[in-house]
């Protein structure tokens, strides 16, 4: 299982010269095989967060909505 990862919340608390650092553990993150990660979080813990680079075709782009027009949800061939 070398393709997962621990995901740490780091925490800083105080100021210099007392200040504090403390990682808590807050999941983990496990790589898949088309090179996105698949993070769980143990704030969240009935879903799933995908994290992967966006298409060259300009994914994610902004869309110029008209005034009064609610945003659009785009889902097109996300694999899960």
């Known amino acids: 299982m070398s393709d997962f990862k ?3 919340l780091i925490l800083e608390r105080g100021v210099e ?3 504090q650092v403390f ?3 807050a999941g983990v993150a496990f790589m898949c095989r088309d090179g996105s990660i698949n993070l769980k979080l143990d704030i969240h813990p009935g879903l799933t967060f995908n994290i992967r680079d966006p298409k ?3 994914e994610r782009e902004e869309v ?3 005034a009064g027009t609610p945003p659009v949800q785009v889902i097109d061939d996300i694999p899960f």
């Open 6 to 8: 621990i995901v740490y």
């Open 17 to 19: 010269p007392n200040r």
């Open 23 to 25: 990682w808590r553990s």
């Open 56 to 58: 060259s075709n300009g």
């Open 64 to 66: 110029n909505l008209v």
